[in-house]
């Protein structure tokens, strides 16, 4: 099939790059004429593992191109990906203006039917107003053109992208028009040969399904950090209570790790957005509240513990970090609880010197010349005189350290971790202080 994928982040290369490995052909547009000029340069505007071999072999087939012309894009897919931002606007809400903008081309430039396939995370109601807009195209135009308006929310996490849209657990399609169904079917038929896969539902309950998965996901999280907050004043170990709970099978053991808060593009602004959208419809969400509220503290609690360490005035201390990106296995700093710790160890009156494997050229970007920040080639350099480790992501490379070669480098072994990487007890035996999150040494 001809596809269109408009967007070319962390959704629509991916999407883009799977959908032309399994034989179609997809031309993704970009308005960032920077990300296009990358990736016809053969490279990768992002970090994501695996995704480069599969542009680079498909391109090399001739079935994945790349432009920033909106004509070319509109003219060449039957279905059109809309996978562009949907960040928070100033109350929360989702900002629909990327969404509805891509919608208003398609109107605009299209010739025959249309399949226009909304893969950004939006809010219910929104396919109503990707309809609408298209409509109000052609009807400047004064012609009655053919298309359909199909929910398609993604479900692929970063870090392990392309693996999640190769073999997905489920493929929510949201449509009413059978045309646009049997096409959807035909589509993702090569990623579901073991078992159907494909959940089609009304256009508005695959909206809200996006969004009630993860919240859902971001509710086990943040209950998990509380009941840390209340392992460690009752002298119990949040990683013995969730291999305990993790086992009843109701509950099983996934996403059940506490920590130094959820960050990420997804889980903050759409629980915030489900959050207002609870609002707008006057049915208030107290738990996503109460979510988001522990999530907002969470980021704080290693700088609590820092400060409880420290004292309240962190003048004159240097503080080593390892992790910067919201998860390991990415670039992407969004909403990444680094940014909450670095600021509040800053203020306090530390100076920071961070590591991250990937993430370091956007931590620069954001921080640009903050004072107070520098950065080291190596997690050993991180930690030259520094008063004590903080680790903030769980990057593969910080889980089996030397310990002797940190002990020798900063300048009392003290290690507050965000991740709970190591055991308490062997960390206590080899003589370092040890701040994890919700267990008890
Ligand atoms: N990042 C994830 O892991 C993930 C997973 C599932 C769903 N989502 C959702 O998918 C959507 C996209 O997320 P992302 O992380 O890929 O975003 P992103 O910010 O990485 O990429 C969006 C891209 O769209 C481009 N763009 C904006 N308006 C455009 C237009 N009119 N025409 C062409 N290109 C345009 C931007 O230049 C940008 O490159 C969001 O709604 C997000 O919530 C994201
Ligand atoms: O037990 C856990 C699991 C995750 N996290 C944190 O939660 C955040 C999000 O992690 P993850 O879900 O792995 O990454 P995302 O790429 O944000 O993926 C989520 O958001 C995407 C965008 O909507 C969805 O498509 C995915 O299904 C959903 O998992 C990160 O900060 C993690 O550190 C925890 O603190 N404890």
Avoid at 87 to 100: C, H, I, M, R
Avoid at 218 to 245: C, H, P, W, Y
Avoid at 270 to 296: C, F, M, P, S, W
């Amino acid at each position: 099939m001809k596809i269109t994928v408009v967007g070319t982040g962390y959704v629509g290369l991916v999407s883009g790059a799977c959908l032309a490995e399994m034989g179609n052909t997809v031309l993704c547009l970009d308005l960032d004429p920077r990300k296009i000029e990358i990736l016809k340069n053969g490279g990768i505007p992002i970090h994501e593992p695996g995704l480069d071999k599969v542009v680079e072999r498909n391109v090399a087939a001739g079935r994945l191109s790349f432009t920033t012309s909106v004509e070319e894009a509109v003219a060449f897919g039957q279905i059109q990906f809309i996978a562009v931002g949907t960040p928070p606007d100033e109350d929360g809400s989702a900002d629909l203006q990327y969404v509805l903008s891509a919608a208003r081309n398609i109107g605009r430039l299209m010739d025959g039917y249309k399949v226009i396939v909304d893969k950004s995370t939006v809010p219910v109601g929104t396919a109503d107003k990707v309809k609408a807009a298209i409509a109000d195209e052609l009807a400047k135009r004064g012609v009655e053109i053919p298309y359909s308006v199909v929910s398609n929310p993604e479900f692929l996490k970063e870090g392990a992208a392309v693996d999640d849209f190769m073999r997905p657990d489920r493929i929510v399609v949201g449509a009413e028009d059978p045309k646009a169904i049997e096409l959807m079917r035909a589509l993702y038929a090569p990623f579901q040969r073991n078992h159907d896969k494909l959940v089609i539902m009304d256009v508005r309950s695959a909206e809200l399904t996006k969004y009630a998965a993860n919240a859902m996901l971001a509710t086990r999280i943040s209950f998990m950090n509380e009941l840390a907050l209340l392992a460690e004043k009752v002298g119990a170990d949040i990683e013995q209570v969730r291999v305990g709970i993790g086992s009843d099978v109701r509950i099983g053991y996934h996403f059940l790790y506490a920590g130094c808060g959820y960050g990420g593009s997804c889980f903050p602004k759409d629980v915030q957005a489900l959050i207002r959208t609870g609002d707008e419809y006057e049915q208030h969400l107290k738990i996503l509240n109460a979510v988001e509220a522990a999530n907002n503290a969470q980021k704080q609690v290693l700088t609590t513990k820092v400060l409880k360490r420290f004292g309240n005035d962190l003048s004159g201390k240097h503080i080593a970090i390892w992790g910067l990106a919201f998860k390991p296995n990415t670039d992407d700093m969004r909403e990444a609880t680094s940014r909450v710790v670095i600021n509040d160890l800053i203020t306090n009156g530390a100076t920071v010197c961070a590591y991250d494997p990937v993430a370091m050229d956007e931590a620069k970007r954001i921080f640009q010349d903050q004072s107070g920040l520098t950065y080291a080639e190596n997690p050993l350099d991180a930690l030259k005189n520094a008063d004590a480790l903080v680790i903030v992501t769980e990057w593969k490379a910080f889980r089996s350290p030397d310990f002797d070669e940190i002990r020798q480098r900063l300048s009392a072994p003290v290690i507050f971790d965000g991740r709970n990487l190591y055991d308490p007890k062997m960390m206590q035996s080899i003589g370092f202080e040890y701040y994890p999150i919700g267990r008890t040494v």
